[in-house]
């Protein structure tokens, strides 16, 4: 009786011990899957184009990894309340790492501080914290570069003379911010260049930047020779103001982030030049990151995910052509 009890326990401690030890599934290309892991993904917005690419993105390095990935931002990206919700949400739900993008660098400190204590990792993506200090990994645009480098297409496309203006996104956007102070560093290189107006902000819709757009130019009429835009919305707000004046092709515009809209207006000498990010690749590492984290692998606290600059000239290029239509979920 006692050896029949003895043999029973030792079989149930090896079959425990077997199961302990089962090596991950495999995906259908032969990699490692992880375990029951939820990601959630919280981007300033859904509607807009390049948060559809971040999204593609996260989606093929949830598929490849196997983990749960949770899509979900505010429905206006201005409304830092409703963000701050959202993220709330996912921590009562207890998942187990947040990438988030931050629709304000000061508002949303708060919240990941609360992560933290909840033992929440968050890699923050595209647009940057005041405070990083509670956070695992920044995945995003060099944007001060960004900036640089669309001050630098300004200048080349109007002779290094002239007076430009400046369409900021909406205070409190870290990233639209640097991409901003970044153009302004770039044109101070140009004695013969001009910046008229710096202070103006073009809001998260293309129809606020629309009705800021024809003040500014109702200001500043002909003076303007060209005007920078910080993101996708706020250039097509511009573009619709300069088509509507008649003068699209006759001020220069350049733009960051793209559109169908932009891409076309560029193909007819209506934008000067595009400024690219690569969101289908910062989706992808932000989720890789995530989850090189909760395995316990060292990850890097700044990952860059590369800028470029699209113009006529270059445009049908195989990597500029990829990333002036990157794939969308």
């Avoid at 902000?201 to 009705?211: K, V």
């Amino acid at each position: 009786m006692v050896r029949s009890i003895f043999l029973i326990c030792t079989l149930t401690a090896a079959t425990m011990t077997l199961v302990g030890c089962q090596p991950p599934s495999e995906t259908a290309d032969g990699s490692s899957r992880d375990g029951d892991w939820t990601i959630a993904m919280i981007p300033k917005g859904e509607t807009h184009i390049y948060w559809k690419s971040v999204h593609f993105g996260a989606r093929q390095a949830a598929d490849e990894l196997g983990i749960d990935l949770q899509w979900k931002g505010p429905s206006k990206e201005n409304d830092r309340d409703e963000q701050i919700s959202v993220m709330q949400s996912f921590l009562n739900r207890q998942v187990d790492g947040i990438c988030l993008c931050p629709l304000d660098a000061d508002a949303l400190v708060r919240p990941v501080a609360e992560a933290g204590r909840a033992k929440v990792p968050v890699v923050i993506f595209d647009s940057g914290l005041s405070d990083t200090s509670g956070t695992v990994s920044y995945v995003a645009t060099d944007n001060f570069r960004g900036g640089q480098m669309a001050g630098d297409a300004m200048a080349k496309a109007l002779g290094e003379k002239g007076n430009v203006v400046v369409m900021r996104y909406q205070k409190g956007s870290e990233s639209t911010h640097q991409r901003e102070e970044g153009f302004l560093e770039a044109i101070g290189k140009y004695p013969d260049m001009t910046v008229i107006s710096s202070d103006q902000y073009g809001g998260s819709t293309t129809e606020a930047a629309i009705d800021k757009s024809q003040q500014i130019f109702n200001k500043f009429g002909d003076e303007i020779d060209g005007i920078f835009a910080s993101c996708e919305p706020t250039a097509a707000g511009i573009l619709q103001t300069l088509r509507d004046r008649k003068s699209a092709g006759d001020v220069a515009l350049v733009a960051f982030d793209s559109s169908e809209t932009l891409r076309k207006a560029m193909a007819d000498g209506q934008v000067t030049a595009i400024v690219l990010q690569d969101p289908v690749r910062m989706g992808y590492l932000s989720i890789q990151t995530m989850v090189q984290h909760l395995r316990g692998e060292d990850v890097q606290r700044r990952v860059d995910t590369g800028v470029f600059v699209a113009t006529p000239d270059n445009m049908d290029d195989e990597k500029i052509r990829s990333l002036l239509q990157p794939g969308q979920a």
